[in-house]
Structures are given as structure tokens and as C-alpha cells.
């Protein structure tokens, strides 16, 4: 077992943000990261979601991302290769793939970080694992029986697929709005449904709004509770995404079904709509199953977190999680944690 200071988990731009940072403050973190390449969640994205349409890619630390290339390219092809070359141009030690299924407390004040490729034990630990490995695929009554087609958006790969289609749109974020836009003018029919009301938003949503954003979900996370998505705070901004779809009049918003039937569809209320495919646009939850042997779960459901620190563990710093789980707050959260990190080394070193 390699002996180390810090391992960072995840190559996405939380995880990228903190090495940033954590190499400014001097260290030399190994990065470990499941994927094949570079890229975060963004390579997995549909190839129809090109720069053009993508709402708030931010800048990764110490890097500017030339804004006139690639507007009508994939964003699963331009911004992996951003951050490949963002990789490469800071020295990053980044093994791949590499997939750890566990964090234990090991021994010597260290945290054991375990793979099939090895194991390391590192002094403090920066989890950047994020969401898109865990679509959160809602149970509703019924749903083994549609005999249609069922997908998460993590699946979606263009509109094409669904052609001359009646298909049901589920989710009342971003994402939503992206399969919508797409989908409005080639299946046969669409049908947009939310648990709640949406919210529009058509100001300019600036500095000031996307601090207050981050900062109700920051609230729960440190109360231990389960984290919002950022957007279930601020709303639907005026994307081009959002702005498409409701030129195609395709956001005029149903409230939730209450099951799904055989062929499609239906409301408490009797009402019934026949349905070919549904897409599940329904968010994701944090990947954090390889932390279970720290037992950090709070009553609430969540983990409790300081800033980035684990309460229950301040070996352990979480980015990508709550209120970093967006651009929004990513890159302070990399700041943060390798703030955190330094702080810790250099105390147990006097101790010492």
C-alpha cells in the first residue's frame, strides 16, 4: 500500500478545481478517476446538447476556455478535451480508469482509498465523485407494466430515436427542457410533466442570486440533510434550451401522473393520455457508495458537511456534493477543500 498526502477521487471539474489548488498550496495529489478519458460527466452527454445550447460551463481555475470555438459542436466533445488539455498543461497525476470501491479508516491517521488498480494511503482524502453514475429513476405505480419504452436522461441520445413517438417528458429542470426542445416537432406528440409548478426565471440571475443559490443549499448539507440540486433553488433560467422549447409550445407544464398503465399514463383524477416512450428527466443523487464503511450518514439522511469537510471525518473533504455539484460552485468548493487539506497536514505536522 502506497503511502501518500492526498488523493483526490474524480476528474470532473470539482475534482479538477481541487488538484488545482492543492498543488498552488504545494501538495502533490494523485488523482484517480473511473472514466476512460477525460471529462467529467461531459462525455457522456448526448451528442445533439452541443456548446451552443449548454447554460453556464465555467472556466476551470487559472484556465480560459476560448468562447468562440465549438458552438455547434458536442459539448461531450469539446469540453472532455478541454479538460484533457487543462490535465496535461498543469502536470496532474491522473490514473485511469480507475474505480474505488472504498474509503475505511486505516492505520497511522490515514484513510485507506481502495481499487482494483491498488490501494493508497493517503492523509487526507477530496471526494469529487459527483452524480451521473446514480440517475434517480422515481418509482411511480405501473411502471412494469408500460409496455413502452422507459429511459433516463442519462441515456438520452437525440430526438431522432423517438420519431412520430407520443412521448412524456419528466422533470421540471434543465435537462427536461433539453429533451423537450429537441423532441417538439418530431415526435408525434409530447407531454411535460412536473411534480411542481415550475419557475421561470428572466432576470439576469447574476453574481449576487447565484451566491444566495448556493448558499440555501449549503443550509441543508451542513444540517446533514439530503442536498437540493441547485436549480430546484434558482429555477429555469431564459437558456436556449428553455427559450426553444417554449417557442415550440412545448413547455405547457401537467401536473404529476399518479401511475403508469399498460399503454401510457394516468391521473388520480381518471384521466388517461397514451404514452410510446417516457423520459425520465428526474435528476441524479451523489455517488458516495464507496464512503459507506465511514458510516457518515446523519439522522436527516445526508452528511453533514462544513464548507467542504465532513463533520464526522476531516480527513475527508466532499466536492461535487450539495452546493458544488454545479459550476456554480465547483470551482470555490476546489479552493475550499484544498484550503481545508493544508490546514490539516500542517497541524498534524507540528503535532508531530
Do not use: C
Not at 102 to 122: D, F, H, M, N, Y
Not at 218 to 246: D, I, K
Not at 248 to 261: C, D, I, S
Amino acid at each position: 500500500m502506497e503511502e501518500i498526502d492526498v488523493v483526490v477521487i474524480g476528474a470532473g471539474q470539482a475534482g479538477l478545481s481541487s488538484a488545482y489548488f492543492l498543488r498552488r498550496f504545494g501538495l502533490d495529489p494523485l488523482v484517480l478517476d473511473a472514466a476512460e478519458g477525460p471529462g467529467g460527466a461531459w462525455r457522456h452527454r448526448s451528442p445533439t446538447l452541443t456548446m451552443d445550447k449548454v447554460h453556464g460551463v465555467f472556466d476551470l481555475p487559472g484556465s480560459r476556455r476560448d468562447r468562440t470555438a465549438g458552438g455547434d459542436r458536442p459539448a461531450a466533445a469539446v469540453v472532455p478535451a478541454y479538460y484533457d488539455s487543462y490535465e496535461r498543461g498543469l502536470g496532474l497525476r491522473v490514473l485511469r480508469p480507475v474505480e474505488v470501491s472504498a474509503v475505511t479508516r486505516g492505520p497511522g491517521e490515514r484513510l485507506t482509498v481502495a481499487s482494483g488498480a491498488g490501494e493508497w494511503a493517503a492523509r487526507a482524502v477530496v471526494n469529487a465523485t459527483g452524480t451521473w453514475t446514480r440517475p434517480h429513476w422515481p418509482y411511480y405505480p405501473g411502471a412494469r407494466d408500460f409496455r413502452g419504452r422507459q429511459l433516463h436522461y442519462a441515456g438520452y441520445r437525440g430526438p431522432e430515436e423517438f420519431r412520430g413517438l407520443r412521448v412524456v417528458v419528466v422533470g421540471g429542470g434543465s435537462s427536461a427542457a433539453h429533451v423537450l426542445s429537441e423532441l417538439a416537432g418530431v415526435a408525434a406528440g409530447t407531454l411535460w410533466v412536473t411534480r411542481r409548478p415550475p419557475l421561470f426565471r428572466d432576470d439576469d440571475f447574476g453574481e449576487d442570486a447565484r451566491r444566495e443559490a448556493v448558499a440555501q443549499v449549503e443550509q441543508r448539507v451542513r444540517a446533514g440533510l439530503p442536498p437540493q440540486s441547485v436549480v430546484s433553488v434558482t429555477g429555469l433560467g431564459s437558456s436556449t434550451v428553455v427559450r426553444e422549447a417554449m417557442e415550440k409550445g412545448a413547455l405547457e407544464r401537467l401536473p404529476m401522473f399518479a401511475r403508469l398503465t399498460p399503454h401510457g399514463v394516468a391521473w388520480a383524477d381518471g384521466t388517461e393520455e397514451d404514452a410510446d416512450a417516457v423520459v425520465w428527466a428526474t435528476g441524479f443523487r451523489s455517488a458516495l457508495n464507496h464512503l459507506a464503511p465511514l458510516r457518515l450518514r446523519e439522522p436527516g439522511g445526508g452528511i453533514a458537511v462544513d464548507g467542504t469537510q465532513v463533520v464526522a471525518e476531516p480527513r475527508l473533504q466532499l466536492v461535487g456534493y450539495g452546493p458544488s455539484a454545479s459550476t456554480i460552485g465547483a470551482n470555490r468548493a476546489g479552493r475550499t477543500a484544498a484550503s481545508n487539506v493544508r490546514h490539516l497536514l500542517t497541524a498534524a505536522t507540528r503535532a508531530a
